[in-house]
C-alpha cells in the first residue's frame, strides 16, 4: 500500500510540474536530510512542502477528504532510487530540478500505516494529488 501510495504521488509529480521562482524555506541552506512536516485534517486537506531554498522544487500534497488528524512528514532525498517496474510504466524517467538533482520524497507520518502514512478509508477517502513545481531562478 505505501508503495502504491508514493508510486501515484511520484508518477503526479513527473505529470504536473510546472514552473516557478524560488523563496526560501526550510532553514535557508538545505542540510540534509531536509524534511517538512505538515498537519493534515478535516478542515486541512492540502499541504505545501517547499524545498526551493536550495534549488529544488515544492511539492504539494491534497487529499481529496481527510478523516482524521495526522501529520505527514516529506524528506528530500538526492540519491533516488530505481523505478519499479512493477509500479511505474516502461520509460517513466525523472524529473531533474535546475539545481541538477533528481529528487525522491520520503514519506513519513504519525498515521497508521507503513511508516507511519495515512491509511486510505481510515485516514483519508478517494485520492491523493500532488503535484510539483519546479523552481528555477534567472540570472
Known amino acids: 500500500m505505501c508503495k502504491r501510495i508514493l508510486a501515484l504521488l511520484a508518477l503526479s509529480i513527473s505529470l504536473f510540474g510546472t514552473q516557478c521562482w524560488a523563496q526560501t524555506t526550510c532553514g535557508g541552506v538545505e542540510q540534509p536530510p531536509c524534511s517538512i ?3 493534515f485534517s478535516p478542515g486541512t486537506t492540502t499541504g505545501t512542502y517547499d524545498f526551493s531554498s536550495a534549488g529544488d522544487g515544492v511539492l504539494i500534497v491534497r487529499f481529496v477528504t481527510v478523516l482524521t488528524t495526522f501529520t505527514l512528514t516529506v524528506t528530500i532525498n538526492h540519491t533516488i ?4 517496474p512493477n509500479e511505474f510504466p516502461a520509460d517513466t524517467v525523472a524529473v531533474t530540478y535546475c539545481n541538477g538533482n533528481k529528487d525522491q520524497y520520503d514519506f ?3 498515521a497508521g500505516g507503513p511508516n ?9 477517502r478517494g485520492l491523493i494529488m500532488a503535484s ?3 523552481c528555477c531562478t534567472s540570472s
Open 132 to 134: 510539483a513545481k519546479f
Open 37 to 39: 512536516t505538515n498537519t
Open 116 to 124: 507511519g502514512v495515512p491509511v486510505k478509508n481510515i485516514d483519508y
Open 108 to 110: 513519513t507520518g504519525n
Open 81 to 84: 532510487d530505481p523505478f519499479d
